[in-house]
């Protein structure tokens, strides 16, 4: 990774560390902080984030004048990103020799530790995170509207093998969601709120026209 000479900078070197595989809405900002930071170094393992045609010409220049560093992690296990981001926030406080302002983009706290390095050996640094503080309800970290419309489509497709136990159902909702981190007690909550179906006596009930409304 070629840089700038910071020695050589009389403005503040800002850098910017994006952590793109949680915070992929910042591609739509990078034209912006390409005005704003000095360099910009951006980490993923996965990535489905598209980007405009005519935006080719100016980041391939900012490529070239190696303003912008893009980096596929050749590990794509967990965390691999933020591993990345702390190797580069590393090198480059060594080349910037404590001159440079770091503002690292991502929603995970674990990052808080590099910039707390970053701070200790004289660095400016901070970490911004793009998730807003959300009121927590039933369902933690599941879209609950989401999760109720995908176990309607998935009751229509099998009415005739629904479970008729209360026990036997949250049994199905955790197999379904087994992937994510939605709780089954609260989506059979959030079910029932929504006149979905009801239970009395450990007995499920199902209201067809509800769940079908629901599944469209």
Request: hydrophobic fraction near 40%; include cysteine.
């Given at each position: 990774m070629n840089t700038?000479?910071?020695?050589?900078?009389?403005?503040?070197?800002?850098?910017?560390?994006?952590?793109?595989e949680n915070c992929p809405n910042q591609i739509d900002k990078?034209?912006?902080?390409?005005?704003?930071?000095?360099?910009?170094?951006?980490?993923?393992?996965?990535?489905?984030?598209?980007?405009?045609?005519?935006?080719?010409?100016p980041l391939s220049a900012a490529v070239n004048e190696n303003k912008l560093?893009?980096?596929?992690?050749?590990?794509?296990?967990?965390?691999?990103?933020?591993?990345?981001?702390?190797f580069f926030a590393g090198a480059l406080m060594q080349e910037s020799k404590k001159r440079a302002e770091f503002v690292i983009v991502s929603n995970d706290?674990?990052?808080?530790?590099?910039?707390?390095?970053?701070?200790?050996?004289?660095?400016?640094?901070?970490?911004?995170?793009?998730?807003?503080?959300?009121k927590i309800n039933t369902v933690t970290n599941c879209e609950n509207t989401l999760s109720i419309k995908?176990?309607?489509?998935?009751?229509?497709?099998?009415?005739?093998?629904?479970?008729?136990?209360?026990?036997?159902?949250?049994?199905t909702i955790t197999n379904k969601f087994k992937n994510t981190n939605c709780v089954a007690e609260d989506i059979l909550k959030l079910l029932v709120k929504n006149d979905v179906l009801e239970i009395t006596n450990s007995k499920v009930k199902y209201h067809e026209e509800k769940i079908v409304a629901i599944s469209k």
């Open positions: 700038i000479d910071v020695s050589k900078e009389s403005a503040p070197y800002k850098i910017l560390l994006i952590d793109l990078l034209q912006q902080n390409l005005v704003n930071f000095s360099q910009i170094i951006i980490c993923y393992a996965h990535s489905g984030v598209k980007i405009p045609l005519d935006w080719l010409v560093n893009i980096y596929k992690m050749a590990n794509k296990g967990k965390n691999s990103a933020d591993f990345g981001i702390s706290t674990d990052l808080d530790h590099v910039v707390a390095l970053l701070i200790s050996q004289g660095c400016s640094a901070e970490r911004i995170g793009t998730l807003k503080k959300q995908d176990f309607c489509m998935y009751l229509t497709t099998n009415n005739k093998n629904r479970p008729a136990k209360k026990e036997a159902l949250l049994n």
